[in-house]
């Protein structure tokens, strides 16, 4: 999900619900690394550290691994029903 999300742009992302119990009422948060932040300057500041840039690095990478692929790995994925015969 959240890698889908990472693909959508800004305007489609729906806005936060205003929550009490987080930090800046729920308003300020970084996708990347699920952090809620008091203001939009300490979010700003944490935009620039080297934690953040690592890890939007890391999930800007490759896709992640799919149901599909699991099984796969786990030897539970479609049967090999052998080479198909040519029938005369």
């Known amino acids: ?13 729906k806005p936060l619900p205003v929550d009490e119990d987080l930090p800046g009422m729920g308003q300020y948060y970084c996708l990347h690394c699920d952090r809620y932040f008091s203001n939009v300057t300490v ?16 999930m800007m990478g490759p896709a992640p691994h799919t149901q599909l692929d699991a099984e796969l790995a786990a ?14």
């Open 75 to 88: 030897g539970m994925g479609m049967p090999d029903n052998g080479p198909k015969l040519m029938s005369m």
């Open 43 to 58: 979010r700003d500041e944490h935009f620039k550290t080297k934690r953040h840039k690592k890890r939007v690095k890391t």
């Open 1 to 13: 999900m959240v890698y889908d999300t990472l693909k959508m742009a800004d305007e489609e992302r």
